[in-house]
């Protein structure tokens, strides 16, 4: 098996730039998902193929990846991205999520 | 309508078993993999297993293997996870997830305890 690194929080404040991290060895040669999730909800899709937006997803949301490490950017974060973001990906048919990361905006 | 929907939830006590159903609808089911994904309480997401199209394979997190089972009826737009010798550890939210889980159910809940 292997794991997935997130950091447990990050904060901004409304308008600035969210950047949450996700590290791993996999990350090297597998592509990463990142889902939103917030209270009491199902989880969203909003970045696959580490980079790729799914239809819906607002524009700010953006993803990259460089080397074991791919990062979520939320550019001009709002209120509303307040929430639990998971990074996600396979290998050897192993499936495995992040620990999440809590995003806190205000 | 894309949707997903879970149910079989309950309280189970240990080493019970329970099966939980995930009816899809709006999309051609036997098209996709299908995932089941659980969230312990106050936690983060764990893949459980996932099955592909044609059920011919599955595979499982290690926690599981040997007592959870994942199938599919495809001729009923449906996929199950059968839950044997259930532990206090299990107890979660069960998430149903289509493909590369652009699509979600609303999950059901188990609970296991005496």
């Known amino acids: 098996s292997y794991e997935l690194t997130q950091p447990s929080s990050v904060s901004v404040s409304p308008g600035q730039t969210a950047r949450i991290t996700c590290s791993g060895d996999?990350?090297?040669?597998?592509?990463a998902r990142w889902f939103q999730q917030k209270p009491g909800q199902a989880p969203v899709l909003v970045i696959y193929?580490?980079?790729e937006r799914p239809s819906g997803i607002p524009e700010r949301f953006s993803g990259s990846s460089s080397g074991t490490t791919v990062t979520l950017t939320i550019s001009g974060a709002q209120v509303e991205d307040e929430a639990d973001y998971y990074c996600?990906?396979?290998?050897?048919?192993?499936?495995?999520f992040g620990g999440g990361t809590k995003l806190t905006v205000l | 309508e894309v949707q997903l929907v879970e149910s079989g939830g309950g309280l189970v006590q240990p080493g019970g078993s329970l099966r939980l159903s995930c009816a899809a609808s709006?999309?051609?089911?036997?098209?996709?993999?299908m995932s089941w994904v659980r969230q312990a309480p106050g936690k983060g997401l764990e893949w459980v297993a996932n099955i592909k199209q044609d059920g011919s394979e599955k595979y499982y997190v290690d926690s599981v293997k040997g007592r959870f089972t994942i199938s599919r009826d495809n001729a009923k737009n449906s996929l199950y996870l059968q839950m044997n010798s259930l532990r206090a550890e299990d107890t979660a939210v069960y998430y149903c997830?289509?493909?590369?889980?652009?699509?979600w159910g609303q999950g059901t809940t188990v609970t296991v305890s005496s």
């Open positions: 709006g999309f051609t089911f036997s098209s996709y993999w």
């Open positions: 997830a289509r493909g590369t889980m652009d699509v």
């Open positions: 996999v990350l090297a040669k597998k592509y």
């Open positions: 193929k580490d980079s």
């Open positions: 996600y990906s396979a290998a050897d048919n192993s499936w495995v």
